[in-house]
């Protein structure tokens, strides 16, 4: 996946969450906005990596992991799964095959979070 269709799909996946949740932008102000943009960032590196490696494994396990710091301070499971979603429903957009694992990873992702 190259540059372009990362920042294009973190974009997307940012304004979805804030159009859909609005109360955010008034709970966390422009700052949160920003942060939620680098998650989706930090998600689609882990993401990339672990394609990378063909090793489903290695994201999985950074989804646990930042499950469990985001349920520490006051997130839900569900939240994380929400995002993972709204990524699937993006890379289906682009219509290209090359992101076929970049969907499956996701989606054995939301399995485990699922499970918890």
Same mark, same amino acid.
């Given at each position: ?5 990362? %920042? ?20 966390? +102000?422009?700052? +949160? ?16 990596? @672990?394609?990378?490696?063909? %090793? ?11 499950? +469990?710091?985001?349920?520490?301070? +006051? ?19 682009? #219509?290209?095959?090359?992101?076929? #694992? ?6 054995? @992702? ?7």
């Amino acid at each position: 996946m190259n540059s372009a269709i990362a %920042n294009k799909i973190v974009a997307e996946v940012t304004e979805e969450i804030y159009t859909e949740y609005p109360e955010l932008l008034q709970k966390f +102000g422009r700052s +949160g906005k920003q942060k939620c943009q680098e998650d989706n960032e930090h998600h689609l590196n882990q993401l990339r990596a @672990a394609v990378h490696h063909d %090793n489903v494994k290695m994201f999985i396990d950074y989804s646990e992991w930042l499950d +469990g710091i985001l349920t520490s301070r +006051g997130m839900k499971t569900d939240h994380l799964i929400d995002n993972f979603e709204r990524l699937i429903k993006q890379f289906k957009r682009q #219509k290209n095959e090359e992101l076929q #694992k970049h969907i499956s990873f996701l989606q054995e @992702a939301i399995e485990t979070l699922e499970i918890k």
